[in-house]
């Protein structure tokens, strides 16, 4: 098993980017494969390129991934295989931060393994998890999928679970979300955890109020609040 080497998960907007999202057979990231990789490149608020193609795995997608994503066998018989894939897609992300939709513990581990896998490289890029910003800035919402999200954000959600189009609602999201953080840092500015990166949010404890790693039980540095 790889010893991953990421980068660290960040919990804040920046202007300058990269979204993806991944398709795979399944989600196990010992058997599973990736079917497709989407990215968008955003420069000063600012598409500024996109990179998208289907991977063949070399093997048969099964029924239960393709009534998730709709993609088939026949779609990526001509598509290009996994080692050719992750080198585009290595190459368009280069040093940016990376951005998606639950890829703190799925996307990101997917494309580090096969990009070490294939070409002996790590992917360290520091990314943004739009899953945690959601469930910071929209604790009203009992659920926070992409959909989710969009919906309440009154972006088009046609077409979910193809790589692309999830980057497009995704890169939407993390816009919309930007923008509600920047009024909760005016609020009450984001302290950020100096182990691991992510954010101290306040918590309750036997003897009262205190700063805990959002990234707990992974990271368990704490800080008493003065």
């Keep these: 098993m790889i010893t991953r080497n990421k980068g660290k998960r960040l919990n804040r907007y920046v202007k300058d980017y990269v979204v993806f999202d991944l398709e795979t057979t399944g989600i196990n990231q010992e058997i599973d494969a990736i ?29 239960g991934a393709t009534a998730v994503n709709g993609i088939t066998d026949e779609m990526v018989s001509n598509a290009p295989d996994i080692k050719e894939a992750i080198g585009g897609f290595a190459e368009f992300i280069s040093g940016n931060i990376l951005v998606g939709h639950n890829i703190h513990t799925f996307d990101t581990n997917f494309a580090y393994d096969a990009l070490y896998n294939h070409w002996s490289k790590e992917m360290n890029n520091d990314y943004v998890d739009t899953l945690y910003l959601a469930r910071k800035c929209l604790p009203q919402l009992s659920h926070h999928k992409l959909t989710d999200v969009s919906r309440h954000f009154r972006i ?23 923008k509600i953080m920047q009024t909760l840092t005016e609020t009450e500015p984001e302290r950020e955890c100096p182990v691991c990166g992510s954010s101290l949010i306040k918590r309750k404890g036997k003897f009262g109020e205190f700063y805990g790693c959002e990234s707990y039980p992974g990271c368990r540095f704490t800080m008493n609040i003065r």
Excluded at 45 to 61: D, W
Excluded at 156 to 164: K, M
Aim: proline share 4%.
């Design 35 to 63: 079917i497709e990789i989407s990215a968008i490149k955003v420069c000063d608020n600012e598409i500024a390129g996109q990179y998208s193609t289907l991977v063949n795995p070399a093997r048969h997608i099964p029924a």
């Design 156 to 178: 088009e959600t046609a077409g979910a679970h193809r790589a692309l189009n999830d980057c497009i609602m995704n890169q939407r999201c993390y816009e919309e979300l930007g």
